[in-house]
């Protein structure tokens, strides 16, 4: 069980507009701490995709798009392209078990 | 360009260790931490410590305390995780990350920039 929740799994067809959810609690996104988003492509080693809610890195389509609010966050993908299927992970920081990373459990998407 | 290039697959009995290697490269190495993920077949990702290799320190998460080790070379700007007590549950995906450390919304943020490629370890008898 993730601390951080996500949506096992969502899906859209190209063009359309989907979002995921990652939501927490009080002793990590809910604390003040921020967000970033990760692309997992198959077979493929993680890559930045968010970072600090709401920025993209260079190279990051525009496409993509961040937002938190309270204890959860959520990442936004417009214009959906068949390349966009993956798995996609929030990441934030926790004061628990004397402070730590943690990662959603990661959300599938499925161009349609 | 920034490149992490992980040490390849390992194949590991029940009870022994295992020592993944992460090579840096087009970077100052002392100026980021390393971080190691991992994840296991059809599973997420599971942070399991970093380490500073300006100052030295390390951290790891409560669930490795005791059993996984964080070092590094400045030397050969290479990381090493080595994890100890192995069981089949241990098989996975480790990741080393380099982390950026920079002014957040309220407090710090810290995130993961750069991945190495992986490396498969398999605990089996």
């Known amino acids: 069980q993730s601390v951080l929740t996500q949506p096992p799994s969502v899906s859209g067809a190209p063009g359309q507009r989907v979002t995921i959810s990652c939501t927490g609690s009080s002793s990590n996104i809910g604390a003040g701490y921020d967000v970033h988003w990760y692309q997992q492509l198959p077979g493929a080693a993680p890559k930045l995709l968010i970072y600090v809610n709401s920025n993209r890195p260079s190279g990051v389509p525009d496409r993509f798009s961040g937002s938190k609010s309270g204890t959860s966050a959520s990442l936004a993908i417009t214009g959906l392209q068949a390349e966009d299927e993956a798995d996609y992970y929030c990441?934030?920081?926790?004061?628990?078990?004397?402070?730590?990373?943690?990662f959603g459990g990661g959300t599938k998407l499925t161009v349609l | 360009q920034v490149q992490l290039v992980q040490s390849g697959a390992e194949v590991k009995r029940p009870g022994a260790s295992v020592k993944v290697s992460c090579k840096a490269s087009g970077y100052s190495f002392s100026g980021y931490d390393i971080n190691w993920v991992r994840q296991a077949t059809g599973q997420g990702l599971e942070w399991m410590g970093w380490?500073?290799?300006?100052?030295?320190?390390?951290g790891y998460a409560q669930k490795f305390q005791g059993r996984v080790t964080i070092t590094y070379s400045s030397s050969m700007t290479t990381a090493y995780m080595d994890l100890s007590s192995l069981k089949s549950e241990d098989t996975a995906v480790y990741y080393c990350?380099?982390?950026?450390?920079?002014?957040?919304?309220?407090?710090?943020?810290?995130?993961?920039?750069?991945w190495g490629q992986g490396t498969l370890v398999t605990v089996s008898s």
């Open positions: 990441q934030s920081y926790d004061t628990r078990l004397s402070g730590s990373m943690v």
């Open positions: 990350a380099r982390a950026r450390n920079v002014r957040g919304t309220i407090t710090t943020a810290y995130y993961f920039d750069y």
């Open positions: 380490m500073n290799p300006k100052s030295g320190n390390t």
